[in-house]
């Protein structure tokens, strides 16, 4: 038997974590992401909670150990559509999609945007920037390696004339690679519910009411706008309110749970703001104020008393935009009288649900969901484990929790992984 | 024949983190116009692919010597750096980073033409430094191939146990005549309601049965010696001296119910805590004749009345005790007053519309306006303010019960001291990084997890008692560490032994050895983190800091001043 190796499902911050321990310890790593670069939803944040550090700034060296690491072989773009075998010997095969770039030779020069004719919103940049059908994802991406969008992509040749190592394949097919690994670990993340169901809100038909993620894309510097809050209009605003628990803690669609981190999110996007500019208002709507983490309450503290940001209890009922884009938030402080509020701009926290495709995934897997299509547990004590002997899981998709929760969820899920491959027995001890 | 030096330098805009305000070209023209240097470039992140293969490029093009990156910080960067030289030969101890980010286009953002003369003086600086830089080895040691678990409470046991499958020994050490913890004065277990004895039995079992596990009960950890690798733990086990070597180190000490003396009429009696409660629900030695209504109040003593911090599961604990008493007694009202509900994540929320359907009734007061208990004509009263109504609300309560929050135990500070790990301002142990690093500490070796590093309720314990096993076998499973060699060195013939370094040495890396010359200075190496203490302290200049030698920083000190540099 060959050397013992783990595979990782998803390249997020969870995924990295317990793919850099388990190759940290001698053991071979498949990290496979679904996009073009690792990084996961870390990457598209500005500054995290509640120490205020530029997320890219302290993500992007941990991607790159992971991506240079000796004992770490990433393959991104690609997905895992088969599973079989049992703990200790599974055998895998993944698809490898097409870049129609060749991904041994492009040295990531990006000669091939400059060229490409085509303007494609950019999905990283929550559809608020244009990119080329050429592309990478955002400027830190890794792999440092260009795709073409074959579905926008006109066959106009440009890139193919600029490329200088002649690394644009037209051709190029899907491929299928096999592996047999020791043990899985699952780390899907989570994507953020699109809100335009929640009607009395009026995404997708007020301009400037925005999402919480497109938020972070818009005040980060590097961010379509280089860290202007403007409205879709252009022009700098004047007052923002956050909006709690948009779809989630919420029975309509069946989505009672609490996503554990917008209420730390809304108030480090408040302080952001307010350190950008001290004269926009900020408001925070919410039902009930979940600061539980460490230095979280400080930091609320800090949000009220140093920066001025203002927090309401309420979920407001409606929001109605003036001829002038304006946005009047209705909310009802008490149960007899109704309130109205005025803000420039509206951010919807909304809840963060598993990522599109994970039951397919948990088929593939054999692994089974819970009722909110989170990754279920074998014992509700042990985070680890899922509902399958040597497939473990780790970070958001199992159940809602931070950035450092889910970095000590993917070391949790490697040492399950440990225990396997150094373990070094099938018939390995139960979990306690 | 001294080495003709050939600096390259390479200046990042990190897009227009630095760009949009450094005037990055006439940094970067300026730069060739300094002393030994032969390659000057800018690139848009210099810690991309493209960036780093630059750097590589350039190295052996123009055969440099010495390399100067002017970008963001070397708190998080340098190691990609270094890395990057050492890939094409260079020592990666030749690399010097200067920061323009964080020192120039954040903190001068207003002033882009000031901001880009600062670029220009910092950069200056660090190329002199770079041009007397010294090459460096790392220093690599051997690693004991087992772990010392200080605390066997739920996470030092899961630690224990995962450390242990992963095929190395591991001593647990417990205070107590038993393991398991605050686990066995609980009830039952919030989500499943589970009781926790058998929740434990099971647990304990497993460590107990481990071949490679040892207990070492009614032990407490006396002195802690070595480092990373080579640990020497010295016990007091049931009065007699023991001493382990080991590689590695878990706290998972716990934390405890803070004890609120003075606060809500507590008296033990009834006014009670939520753990005292557990214990008699446990016992069943609660009289529960003539309890009518039970009122449970969150946030005692936490949240800016004592503590400053929220305790993250006294809310699921009371939710919990409420639900199981509503649910043995119909009949009793009762009221969890509170002020935001931490009923966070997936399950939590549902436990709590689970408590809510089962009639436990949820008052919530304003933080400003906690609630106050009165003693009258022998009845406990409860002034519950309401927010909505903007009154008090007198309620008759027969049973108090105080979400107290849990707080560090008192041990803590001396075991700090001993492993020379810091404690944060809420008194836990604080861990490398709050984001990154949440199980590490910044010393190598020594690892954290449980309630020991902040409140957490059981499964978020098992996680980070799985996580911390998971960083502490890697020393372990690779058998060997490597450590930085920017340490200081003593020279014998200048010390005269007067140990005043030995005294302000915080990592105990530094001791006055007796030689036949007389006292004299010497380094543990791999102990050494490279703080600079000793040699600053250092009366006869007899100690050299590696990579922040005199001649160094010297050089770089007179090139802050001195606009024309002469090489």
């Known amino acids: 038997m060959g050397e013992r190796s783990v595979l990782v499902i998803g390249g997020g911050v969870a995924g990295m974590q317990a793919a850099f321990d388990l190759a940290e310890a001698g053991i071979k790593v498949f990290l496979v992401e679904r996009t073009l670069s690792i990084g996961g939803r870390m990457a598209q944040l500005d500054k995290t909670f509640p120490t205020n550090d530029c997320a890219i700034c302290i993500l992007a060296p941990k991607m790159m150990d992971c991506y240079r690491h000796g004992n770490i072989e990433v393959l991104t773009f690609s997905e895992v559509i088969s599973v079989e075998g049992e703990v200790d ?60 969008d074959r579905e926008k992509c006109m066959r106009c040749g440009l890139c193919k004339v600029v490329c200088g190592k002649d690394a644009i394949q037209y051709d190029q097919r899907p491929e299928i690679v096999e592996m047999t690994v020791s043990a899985i670990i699952v780390a899907t993340g989570f994507d953020a519910l699109d809100p335009s169901s929640i009607t009395e809100y009026g995404y997708g038909r007020y301009e400037n009411v925005i999402t919480a993620l497109e938020f972070e894309r818009l005040i980060c510097a590097a961010g379509p706008t280089g860290g202007h809050v403007m409205g879709k209009d252009g022009k700098e605003v004047k007052s923002i309110a956050w909006i709690q628990c948009v779809g989630a803690r919420d029975m309509r669609d069946n989505r009672p749970y609490c996503c554990s981190v917008c209420c730390m999110h809304a108030t480090k996007e408040a302080i952001l703001t307010k350190e950008h500019y001290p004269e926009v208002e900020t408001y925070i709507f919410y039902t009930d104020l979940r600061c539980f983490g460490k230095g979280f309450q400080e930091y ?61 995934l948990a088929g593939v897997l054999g692994v089974e969901l819970d009722e909110y299509k989170f990754f279920k547990l ?24 931070d950035i450092p929760e889910c970095i000590a969820h993917g070391s949790a899920a490697a040492s399950r992984a440990m225990e396997v491959v150094l373990g070094g027995n099938r018939n390995h001890e139960k979990s306690q | 024949m001294t080495e003709e030096i050939r600096i390259g330098v390479f200046i990042c805009h990190c897009g227009i983190n630095i760009g949009g305000v450094v005037d990055v070209p006439a940094v970067v023209e300026y730069a060739s116009t300094l002393p030994n240097i032969v390659h000057a470039e800018r690139n848009l992140y210099t810690c991309s692919s493209e960036g780093l293969e630059s750097i590589k490029a350039a190295i052996k093009e123009h055969n440099l010597n010495r390399v100067t990156v002017a970008s963001c910080t070397p708190r998080t960067h340098e190691p990609l750096f270094r890395a990057t030289c050492k890939e094409v030969g260079l020592n990666p101890y030749l690399f010097e980073f200067v920061n323009i980010r964080d020192q120039c286009s954040w903190v001068h953002m207003h002033e882009p033409e000031r901001a880009t003369e600062k670029a220009k003086d910092l950069l200056r600086m660090g190329v002199a430094k770079a041009a007397r830089l010294e090459p460096l080895e790392e220093l690599t040691s051997d690693v004991i191939p087992s772990a010392v678990v200080i605390g066997a409470g739920i ?46 039995e099971q647990r304990i079992k497993a460590v107990k049965e481990h071949k490679r596990i040892a ?12 480092y990373v690798g080579k640990f020497k733990v010295i016990l007091d086990e049931n009065g007699i001296e023991k001493s382990i070597d080991a590689g590695v180190i878990i706290v998972a000490t716990g934390a405890e119910e803070f004890e609120p003396e003075g606060l809500y009429e507590y008296d033990g009696e009834r006014v009670i805590t939520q753990l005292q409660l557990e214990e008699q629900l446990k016992k069943g030695d609660l009289n529960w004749a003539g309890i009518k209504n039970v009122m449970m109040i969150q946030c005692a003593g936490a949240r800016g009345e ?27 009202n009762v009221f969890v007053a509170h002020n935001e509900l931490q009923a966070y994540g997936e399950v939590y929320e549902l436990y709590y519309r689970d408590a809510k359907k089962a009639g436990v009734r949820f008052l919530r007061f304003p933080l400003e306006r906690r609630p106050k208990v009165r003693r009258s004509d022998g009845n406990l009263v409860v002034d519950v303010f309401h927010e909505r109504m903007r009154l008090d609300i007198p ?75 998971s960083r502490a076998t890697i020393p372990l499973a ?29 990592y105990g890396a530094i001791e006055v050895v007796e030689t036949e010359e007389g006292g004299r200075a010497r380094v543990t190496g791999v102990r050494c983190k490279g703080c600079g203490t000793c040699g600053s302290s250092c009366i006869k200049r007899a100690i050299k800091m590696y990579h922040f030698t005199d001649e160094q920083l010297i050089a770089q000190e007179r090139a802050a001043v001195v606009t024309e540099v002469i090489s």
């Open chain 1, 300 to 360: 609320v503290n800090r949000a009220k008393d140093d920066y001025g940001v203002e927090y309401i209890r309420g979920k407001p009922g409606e929001i109605r935009e003036k001829e002038d884009t304006n946005l009047e938030i209705f909310y009802s402080p008490s149960s007899d009288k109704v309130e109205r509020l005025e803000v420039e701009m509206v951010v919807l926290c909304t809840a963060l649900i598993p990522s599109e495709g994970v039951e397919a």
């Open chain 2, 395 to 469: 309620l008759e309560a027969d049973l108090v019960v105080l979400s107290v929050p849990l707080v560090q135990n008192p041990d803590a500070t001396q075991l700090s001291k001993m492993l020379k790990v810091p404690l944060g301002q809420d008194k836990f142990f604080f861990e490398a990084h709050v984001k990154l690093r949440p199980v590490d500490f910044a010393t190598d070796g020594i690892f954290l997890c449980g309630t020991a590093h902040g409140p957490k309720d059981i499964g978020e314990s098992i996680a980070q008692g799985y996580a911390a096993a």
């Open chain 2, 215 to 226: 207990l070492r009960l009614s032990s407490a950890v006396r002195a802690v010696e070595g």
């Open chain 2, 306 to 332: 004592v503590v400053g911090y929220c305790s993250r599961i006294c809310c699921m604990n009371a939710i919990k005790n409420a639900k199981l008493i509503k649910e043995a007694h119909p009949d009793i």
């Open chain 1, 89 to 148: 010997s599974f055998n895998v095969k993944i698809l490898r999609n097409p870049r129609f770039i060749d991904e041994e030779i492009c040295n990531g020069c990006g000669d091939c945007a400059k060229v490409c004719p085509m303007g494609i919103l950019n999905k990283f940049d929550m559809d608020l920037r244009v990119r080329g059908g050429a592309y990478i994802p955002f400027l830190q991406a890794v792999p440092l390696i260009y795709a073409l």
């Open chain 2, 478 to 506: 690779r058998g060997y560490v490597h450590s930085e060699p920017i340490i200081s060195s003593v020279n014998e013939e200048l010390c005269i032994g007067c140990g005043i370094c030995e005294s302000v040495c915080p």
């Open chain 2, 155 to 200: 996470s030092g046991m899961t630690a224990a146990l995962s450390v242990a499958r992963n095929g190395f020994s591991v001593h647990l050490i417990e205070k107590e005549k038993e393991i398991g913890g605050m686990l066995r004065n609980l009830y039952r277990l919030y989500p499943t309601d589970e009781p926790a004895e058998e929740f434990l």
């Open chain 1, 378 to 401: 074998k014992d509700p004590y042990n985070f680890t484990e899922t509902t399958r002997d040597g497939i473990f899981v780790a970070g958001y998709c199992q159940a809602p929790r």
